[in-house]
């Protein structure tokens, strides 16, 4: 019996240990896998931290990177900015330097036109002055010449006789006009002048306005009633009655002068411009 007891005592321990044995084998393998995942799960930390180091490092780099190509494009940008305001401002001074040049030649061109107006003005007064001057010296010499004549003439010519003096006077006063304004015609109401024309170098030496004259002392004729004189070599016949209102002895003491005035010669008194008696003239 005891035998027995201790025999299976001994195999139920022996099937006890076997059964421990098989079961701790199989928690062994149970507990394999969880340990392996625990490891992995420890080692993917580790593995995780380089590959998350690399990426922030990426990560700072593209940062870096567009940091530096924002700073780039923005220098770039500036640098662009700056040349267009610098060709701006050489193209604002070439223009104003233009313009200045335009103005300072504008002004040089009016300085010039006027400056050449003033000499032409200067020269234009001084060619008058001088034309005035020959002209005022011509009409001396005409002056003088003609006085000359008169002289040399009274001198040649023998006193006038008191019945010859008469005969004057009388053939004036005989043409004296009653009223002068309804008496006279002038060459137009008369048809024209158709008589001897005086040469046109003779006229502008002896004749016009700048060429005044004395009646008294020149030869003297009456002819048809009508007083007749002679002056530079050509006989001066009135057709016109003088006005009533000149002096009784103008073609004694008057300076006339004789003219060709509207298609007609006439002759004009000093002492009253602007009235022309008709005449005609003759060799």
Do not use: C
Request: charge should be positive; hydrophobic fraction near 20%.
């Amino acid at each position: 019996m005891k035998v027995t007891g201790l025999i299976s005592t001994v195999a139920l321990s022996l099937l006890l240990g076997i059964a421990g044995f098989a079961w701790a084998q199989q928690e062994d393998k149970q507990d394999h896998p969880a340990q392996q995942q625990n490891k992995q799960e420890k080692s993917k930390p580790e593995q995780q931290q380089p590959q998350h180091a690399q990426q922030q490092q990426k990560q700072d780099q593209n940062k870096q990177s567009q940091q530096h190509a924002q700073q780039q494009q923005k220098q770039d940008q500036n640098k662009q900015s700056q040349q267009h305001a610098q060709q701006q401002q050489k193209q604002d001074q070439n223009k104003q330097s233009q313009q200045h040049a335009q103005q300072q030649q504008k002004q040089d061109q009016n300085e010039q036109s006027q400056q050449h107006a003033q000499q032409q003005q200067k020269q234009e007064q001084n060619k008058q002055s001088q034309q005035h001057a020959q002209q005022q010296q011509k009409q001396e010499q005409n002056k003088q010449s003609q006085q000359h004549a008169q002289q040399q003439r009274g001198n040649q010519q023998p006193q006038r006789t008191q019945e010859q003096h008469r005969v004057e006077q009388s053939a004036w006063q005989q043409h004296r006009a009653q009223n002068w304004q309804s008496d006279h015609r002038s060459w137009q109401q008369r048809g024209g002048y158709n008589g001897y024309r005086i040469p046109d170098d003779r006229y502008r030496g002896y004749f016009g306005s700048n060429h005044g004259f004395r009646i008294y002392g020149l030869p003297f004729l009456v002819v048809g009633g009508y007083p007749r004189f002679q002056y530079q070599g050509y006989w001066i016949s009135l057709i016109d009655p003088w006005p009533e209102y000149w002096g009784n002895d103008w073609y004694d003491n008057d300076d006339v002068y004789v003219a060709y005035v509207d298609n007609g010669y006439y002759l004009y008194n000093q002492r009253y411009p602007g009235v022309g008696i008709a005449i005609s003239i003759s060799m």
